[in-house]
Antibody, heavy 116, light 110 residues
Framework: QVQLVESGGGVVQPGGSLRLSCAAS????????MHWVRQAPGKGLEWVAF????????FYADSVKGRFSISRDNSKNTLYLQMNSLTAEDTAVYYC?????????WGQGTLVTVSS | QAGLTQPPSVSKGLRQTATLTCTGN????????VAWLQQHQGHPPKLLSY???NRPSGISERLSASRSGNTASLTITGLQPEDEADYYC???????????FGGGTKLTVL
């Protein structure tokens, strides 16, 4: 069965950096595009970034463009999100999501807290 | 980035029918596939419908999705206590080159 396991979340100071990882299993990772979607505490879902199956096309939300970078290693079945220049507004649970038929499988999420 | 518009809350009685709406424009809902997701408190979202009106395997037939112009709808018949959750719509926006979500609708089953 499809499994997506995020890691790398934690507490970071404003202006700091963090790299999230998502280990995928149960499907042919290299055949599917992948998203990062986040949810601030008590708020709705916000799409963050997408990467095509071969890493060739990447798209970002305006709120993270120039600060966040999505990447993947198909040999390791792993998705990444490098987050720089973090602010309090980036505090959220970050979900790794498979793009098969739209957002078809979600991980459990990893919490990122930006606070001094 | 402008999102899709959903009513913040809908309340219906047990065994009644609820219709949740999602309004966008011709760059997203009007000309792109719409997905609907359900999220129970403390859990990740779950896909209910994709590309306007397709149900993934295992999703109840009590749920159906549709689209008319720039508004998408999710209809849930025979409401059950387990249908009480937050519901989100999403679509690709061709002008923004980004996916957009609605703000979510909290469905309460009375």
């Amino acid at each position: 069965q499809v499994q997506l396991v995020e890691s790398g979340g934690g507490v970071v100071q404003p202006g700091g950096s963090l790299r999230l990882s998502c280990a995928a299993s149960g499907f042919t990772f290299s055949s599917y595009g992948m998203h990062w979607v986040r949810q601030a505490p008590g708020k709705g879902l916000e799409w963050v970034a997408f990467i095509r199956n071969d890493g060739g096309n990447k798209f970002y939300a305006d709120s993270v463009k120039g600060r966040f970078s999505i990447s993947r290693d198909n040999s390791k079945n792993t998705l990444y999100l490098q987050m720089n220049s973090l602010t309090a507004e980036d505090t959220a649970v970050y979900y790794c999501v498979k793009e098969g038929t739209d957002f078809d499988y979600w991980g459990q999420g990893t919490l990122v807290t930006v606070s001094s | 980035q402008a999102g899709l518009t959903q009513p913040p809350s809908v309340s219906k009685g047990l065994r009644q029918t609820a219709t949740l709406t999602c309004t966008g424009n011709s760059n997203n809902v009007g000309n792109q596939g719409v997905a609907w997701l359900q999220q129970h408190q403390g859990h990740p979202p779950k896909l209910l419908s994709y590309r306007n009106n397709n149900r993934p395997s295992g999703i109840s037939e009590r749920l159906s999705a549709s689209r008319s112009g720039n508004t998408a709808s999710l209809t849930i018949t025979g409401l059950q206590p387990e249908d009480e959750a937050d519901y989100y719509c999403s679509a690709w926006d061709s002008s923004l080159s980004a996916w957009v979500f609605g703000g979510g609708t909290k469905l309460t089953v009375l």
